[in-house]
């Protein structure tokens, strides 16, 4: 039961790291500094660490990994945009 707590606050502080730059590049239609390589590994990663713990049923892994994999996409699709529009 402790290992378990331990895996949900780690899934918890992982996750959560990512949504301030998330919700700022949102706000200030900003991504120029974001590397479009770091998030696309992140993304790979955090998709394979998905499959992991649904393999293992392990609940801190997949809900992390779940959350996690949304907020990376959202940040893929902002680079995406803001990019796009900053070059037209």
Known sequence: M????????AA????????PQAVKSYKTKSVE??????IIT??????LWLLYGLKMKDGP????????????????YLKIKYDRNRLS
């Open 61 to 76: 892994l997949i809900v992390c990994n779940t959350i996690l994999g949304i907020v990376v996409a959202g940040q893929l």
């Open 33 to 38: 500094d974001l590397s479009i390589g770091l």
């Open 42 to 47: 992140t993304f790979i990663g955090t998709v």
């Open 2 to 9: 402790l290992y378990q707590t331990i895996g949900y606050l």
């Open 12 to 19: 918890f502080f992982i996750t959560v790291s990512f949504i």
